[in-house]
């Protein structure tokens, strides 16, 4: 009887620990200093129309556990690139977890699958598993020049592209390394700016964040 309560204890424990990195949450409920340019909460971006209604961005606790060691860890470079940052670098987030509808919207205005994900099956943004971000000087707030704009829907925006100046190339190599070799995430070839974790076992999901 000992043992099937101990296997049932442990049971529980792995099946809640499952659904807590599942669940998808403010990012600032885990890293309250992290900054914020949410694209789609505006009408700065290829919808022209803004298809959010708070300045909050939504990840799975497990992709923001990753994102904190990241913003931990490039807090602690105060030099780069010949380039001074006395407080260090810091995230950037554009977008986070994105409603289903919303996934539609922007598939009815440019149905590419190379740049704008099918939502008959969904996003990883979908899943809250994706996040579009860059780097940030946190002394004075903005962003490391980087090789295109969010959202740049051409070859300029790969990681393969590579007739940049060495300075914008650096610091693409920067966020890559540092999403990929220390967070754990994978790169999306197209896009500089975005990055994901595992969507196995995530949901897809429509709820309107409030």
């Known amino acids: 009887m000992k043992k099937l309560i101990l296997l049932l204890t ?11 990195n599942d669940e998808v949450v403010p990012v600032r409920q ?9 694209k789609y909460n505006t009408i700065d971006n290829f919808t022209s129309q ?23 860890s490039l807090k602690k470079i105060i030099s780069y690139d010949g380039i001074s940052y006395p407080d260090g670098i810091g995230l950037m987030i554009y977008d ?13 205005i440019f149905p590419n699958s190379t740049y704008v994900a099918d939502p008959t099956s969904g996003s990883v943004h979908n899943r809250g598993g994706a996040v579009d971000l860059t780097l940030i000087n946190l002394a004075t707030r903005q962003e490391l020049p980087m090789p295109t704009e969010f959202d740049f ?47 196995s076992g995530l949901p897809l999901l429509d709820f309107q964040m409030k």
Do not use: C
């Open 96 to 108: 986070g977890y994105r409603p289903r509808a919303v996934q539609y919207l922007m598939w009815e």
């Open 30 to 38: 885990l890293i309250p200093d992290i900054a914020f340019n949410l």
């Open 50 to 72: 803004k298809l959010y209604t708070i300045d909050e961005a939504y990840l799975a606790i497990d992709a923001i556990k990753k994102l904190k060691i990241v913003q931990d």
């Open 10 to 20: 442990v049971f529980s424990s792995v099946v809640y620990s499952q659904s807590a």
């Open 153 to 199: 829907f051409g070859t300029e925006a790969s990681h393969s592209y590579n007739n940049l100046p060495a300075n914008i190339l650096a610091n693409r190599a920067l966020l890559k390394n540092m999403m990929v070799n220390i967070g754990g995430f994978a790169l999306y070839e197209a896009e500089w700016w975005h990055y994901t974790i595992s969507s």
